[in-house]
């Protein structure tokens, strides 16, 4: 659930959290590489557990998309969070493609 006080990313997200971190776990090594930022930038994403914060997937940057940051723009980390709306959307799309292959 998106925090109430964040900007949701531009458009409506398809997939969970749960079903892009699922997406993740099932790649080679947990990751995916080659996806594109919206504004044209490649980046990875991988599936990541600790016992400090439970599941999260890291980014570039050591961003991070938490469960309950998933569908903003930035997640909770720090004063003004980490920027992670560039990385969702694709994130999402690659998730629903790989739904639909299956």
Known sequence: MPHSDRKLVERALNCTFDQVYECLLNSQGKK???LKTSSG???F????ESSEVGKFIQLPHNN???PCCWGNQTNHMGKDGQRIGQYSIPL???CKDMIVER
Request: proline content about 0%; hydrophobic content about 55%; glycine content about 0%.
């Open 41 to 43: 930038n490649t980046f």
């Open 45 to 48: 994403a991988i599936a990541a």
């Open 32 to 34: 995916v590489t080659n």
């Open 92 to 94: 999402d799309q690659w």
């Open 64 to 66: 991070r998309i938490f």
